[in-house]
């Protein structure tokens, strides 16, 4: 019995100390806030009295940055609250109206006194007198009522502030518990107390007060708090700088620009010929049993139907037009994107400095990377080519690194334990169970790339986007509702050629 009992004052000293080491002060008073909060599920009620006072500046200190983001900023609706009902005058910005229309009913007395023998007018300004008279006894009214909620708005911050305080007290040992616990496991979480932490909590905590209180209480006395400060002309230089490069470039790299646009019209030209120039009755039956093959004969006749629209409808040599348009943009991204994904999926450095260029590529509005592509590549149908690329190459990149990066490691063991080589395994193992991955990103891209056939048509890629472009032009509704229509049965039918067997 006194060997069990020495073991376990051991185990309550070494708690302790854990608790010293992580709480610095108070270790007592956590030490059992911790046992209680642990001995009980669910939410446990415990009182933190620092924490009701510090409030948000707590959390800080404790490393609960998760807590105290949330916390400052209800604090600081709070305190905008108090300060605007203390501080500030209501209805001064109310009142600031009227200078303007006294100096007007002003110009109107003038006015009559002028023109007090012509019965006609006399009645025209009396009417407008009347009118602005008005209008000053309303504003001076609503100034009134303005100053008079100025209690009610104190009230409301008071309760709201305390409000948060309680919310504060009652989460804080829950919170801090819980960081506590992973604290156990992984040492390299902040624990303590130190100048640094307190510091930085109480630096933003105080300038969230100051500098929203200013705004809000006093609106006119710090003007630079409305609107960040800035210097028109640095945008001005910064612009004139950009596009000088743009155009020094422009015209130092133009051999090779030329080079690649003559690529992308000779696969552009060689597509046309076979989407456009090819009979309608054998191009409709190809398209016809290609998805039956791929997707199914059901697939096949929504097909059929699809196509019949396009050509009824006038929209076939324009359709065509539109895919060979879109299937150069998604050859060319394919065919570099897979190679690129792949590298990137066994490259994890190369992957890092790609990753941003993708992001780039996906979140840039369309709009604006059309003024480069322009500079560079002209107008007409290379330039939107282009454009498409960088619109929806990025896809198969992203699906084919993750497909890539999702084959068991077990599987590929087991092929290298039987002798496989690097590339045995990259084609017969790695590429095979990515597939599904990879051909979603062909999918994406291709869709993704049609999606741009209206942007494409601004600068000359013609099309069913151009049919799109010139209803918005005109107002035609029609015709843009029929365009629109076309483009959304190409992306149905390539949809289910591309993806019916994986489905």
Same mark, same amino acid.
């Given at each position: 019995m006194t060997e069990i009992s020495e073991k376990l004052v051991a185990i309550d000293k070494d708690d302790s100390a854990k608790v010293k080491q992580f709480v610095t002060v108070g270790e007592d008073y956590y030490k059992e806030q911790f046992k209680i909060i642990s001995d009980k599920r669910g939410f446990t009620f415990t009182w933190n009295w620092a924490a009701f006072f510090l409030g948000s500046v707590w959390f800080g200190m404790r490393s609960l940055w998760a807590y105290f983001l949330p916390f400052v900023a209800l604090e600081t609706l709070a305190v905008v609250q108090l300060a605007r009902g203390i501080l500030s005058d209501l209805g001064a910005p109310i009142l600031a109206r009227?200078?303007?229309?006294?100096?007007?009913? =002003?110009?109107? &007395?003038?006015?009559?006194?002028? &023109?007090?023998? +012509?019965?006609?007018k006399v009645a025209g300004f009396e009417n407008a007198i009347a009118s602005l008279?008005?209008?000053?006894?309303?504003?001076?009214?609503?100034?009134?009522?303005? *100053?008079?909620?100025a209690l009610q708005i104190v009230i409301w911050g008071i309760v709201g502030l305390l409000i948060i305080k309680l919310a504060q007290a009652l989460l804080a040992n829950p919170a801090l =518990?819980?960081? !506590?616990?992973?604290?156990?496991? +992984?040492?390299?979480?902040? /624990?303590?107390?130190?100048? =640094?932490?307190?510091?930085l909590a109480s630096v933003l905590t105080g300038i969230a007060y100051v500098t929203c209180s200013l705004k809000f209480g006093f609106p006119e006395q710090v003007p630079s708090l409305q609107t960040f400060p800035t210097d028109p002309q640095v945008q001005v230089s910064v612009a004139d700088g950009i596009k000088g490069w743009m155009a *020094?470039?422009?015209?130092? /790299?133009?051999? #090779? !620009? *030329?080079?690649?646009? #003559?690529?992308?019209?000779? @696969?552009?030209d060689t597509l046309e010929i076979v989407f456009v120039e090819t009979p309608w009755p054998v191009m409709s039956g190809f398209i016809i049993l290609l998805?039956?093959?791929?997707?199914g004969w059901r697939a096949a006749i929504f097909t059929a139907a699809g196509l019949a629209y396009l050509g009824y409808l006038g929209f076939w040599d324009k359709s065509m037009k539109t895919l060979a348009l879109l299937g150069t943009a998604a050859c060319i991204s394919i065919t570099l994107g897979i190679p690129l994904g792949i590298i990137c999926a %066994?490259?994890? %450095?190369? &992957?890092? #400095?790609?990753?941003?260029?993708? +992001? !780039?590529?996906?979140?840039?509005?369309? #709009?604006? &990377?059309?003024?480069?592509?322009?500079?560079?590549?002209?107008?007409?149908?290379?330039?939107?080519?282009?454009?498409?690329?960088?619109?929806?190459?990025?896809?198969? @990149?992203?699906?084919?690194?993750?497909?890539?990066?999702?084959?068991?490691?077990t599987v590929r063991e087991a092929a290298m334990a039987f002798g496989a080589n690097k590339r045995y395994l990259l084609w017969k193992v790695d590429i095979p169970l990515a597939m599904p991955s990879i051909m979603a990103g062909i999918n994406q891209t291709i869709l993704l790339s049609l999606a741009m056939v209206v942007i494409a048509s601004l600068i000359g890629a013609k099309g069913l986007g151009e049919d799109v472009l010139e209803a918005l032009q005109y107002a035609s509704e029609g015709q843009g509702?029929?365009?629109? !229509?076309?483009?959304?049965?190409c992306a149905m039918i390539l949809d289910r050629i591309i993806q019916g067997k994986r489905r």
């Open positions: 009227l200078p303007g229309i006294e100096a007007t009913l =002003q110009q109107r &007395y003038e006015q009559l006194e002028t &023109y007090k023998n +012509d019965p006609e008279e008005r209008a000053v006894e309303s504003i001076k009214a609503e100034a009134a009522i303005a *100053d008079a909620t =518990q819980a960081r !506590f616990a992973k604290w156990l496991s +992984d040492r390299k979480l902040g /624990s303590g107390l130190n100048p =640094q932490k307190i510091a *020094d470039a422009a015209v130092s /790299s133009e051999w #090779f !620009f *030329d080079g690649l646009t #003559f690529g992308i019209r000779s @696969v552009l998805t039956g093959l791929s997707a %066994r490259n994890l %450095r190369l &992957y890092s #400095f790609v990753r941003p260029v993708l +992001d !780039f590529m996906q979140t840039m509005p369309a #709009f604006v &990377y059309l003024i480069p592509v322009i500079a560079f590549f002209g107008t007409g149908k290379p330039a939107a080519i282009v454009a498409t690329m960088i619109f929806g190459g990025t896809p198969v @990149v992203r699906l084919t690194v993750l497909g890539l990066r999702g084959v068991p490691e509702i029929l365009a629109g !229509f076309a483009i959304l049965i």
